[in-house]
């Protein structure tokens, strides 16, 4: 079975400063994994995906993820938040269904 | 293109009330579901359907029904609301069954049970 794990509830950074957010995953098979994000009263949005090829992953808003299969990693990053990028942030892996974590919100402070 | 619409955006109920939550998606998906957001919580899937006339359970059907009479719309139904029920409900659609491809997330109905 497909499981995520986010690792911090809740990240405070300050605004043009460089960020991660940390996602573990667990499977026994082939995974695809997504980042999304959700911003305050609204749905979930694509921030990037991965399904194969290059580990280095880069999404919308200047956000990438890199893809590590030996520590079973997915973390998303920015060198430079903006006060724009407080939202909450979910990791997702497929297998037969979509499996979210827990999401971690994230807050630039000015 | 309006994507993936949900109404109503709030609900309050009374215990042992019914409703139903709507959903339509106006993208040809063959694939949605329904997802109930708690704190701390994450997303949890409900149901889900893979095309009109196919509906299966996810990880927290208990209390809820579904139907796919048509491709555009996946209703949620609450037979008889209890407390536990009150969340911001998700439904979601992707065109890929396969689940490679990316969910649209409508803007979520936001329910309160008293």
């Known amino acids: 079975a497909q499981s995520v794990t986010q690792l911090d509830s809740q990240v405070p950074v300050f605004e043009e400063a460089p960020v991660e957010l940390r996602c573990n995953y667990s499977?026994?098979?082939?995974?695809?994994l997504f980042w999304y994000v959700q911003y305050p009263n609204q749905g979930l949005q694509l921030l990037l995906k991965?399904?194969?090829?290059?580990?280095l992953v880069k999404g919308i808003n200047g956000f990438e993820a890199e893809f590590n299969k030996s520590q079973t990693s997915f973390h998303l990053r920015k060198p430079s938040v903006h006060i724009s990028d407080t939202a909450e942030y979910f990791c997702?892996?497929?297998?037969?269904?979509?499996?979210f974590g827990t999401g971690t919100s994230l807050t630039v402070i000015p | 293109n309006a994507g993936v619409t949900q109404t109503p955006k709030f609900q309050v109920l009374k215990t042992g009330q019914s409703m139903t939550l709507q959903c339509a998606q106006d993208?040809?998906?063959?694939?949605m579901s329904w997802y109930r957001q708690d704190p701390g919580m994450g997303l949890r899937l409900i149901h889900y359907?893979?095309?009109?006339?196919?509906?299966d359970q996810g990880e927290v059907p208990n209390g809820y029904n579904v139907s796919r009479s048509t491709t555009e719309d996946f209703p949620l139904r609450l037979l008889s609301a209890a407390p536990s029920q009150t969340s911001v409900y998700f439904c979601?659609?992707?065109?890929?069954?396969?689940?490679?491809?990316?969910?649209?997330f409508g803007e979520g109905s936001r329910l309160t049970v008293l």
């Open positions: 359907s893979v095309g009109a006339g196919i509906t």
């Open positions: 499977s026994s098979v082939s995974v695809y």
């Open positions: 993208m040809n998906h063959e694939y």
């Open positions: 979601a659609s992707s065109y890929m069954q396969a689940n490679t491809g990316e969910l649209f």
């Open positions: 997702a892996v497929t297998g037969n269904q979509f499996y």
């Open positions: 991965y399904l194969s090829g290059s580990t």
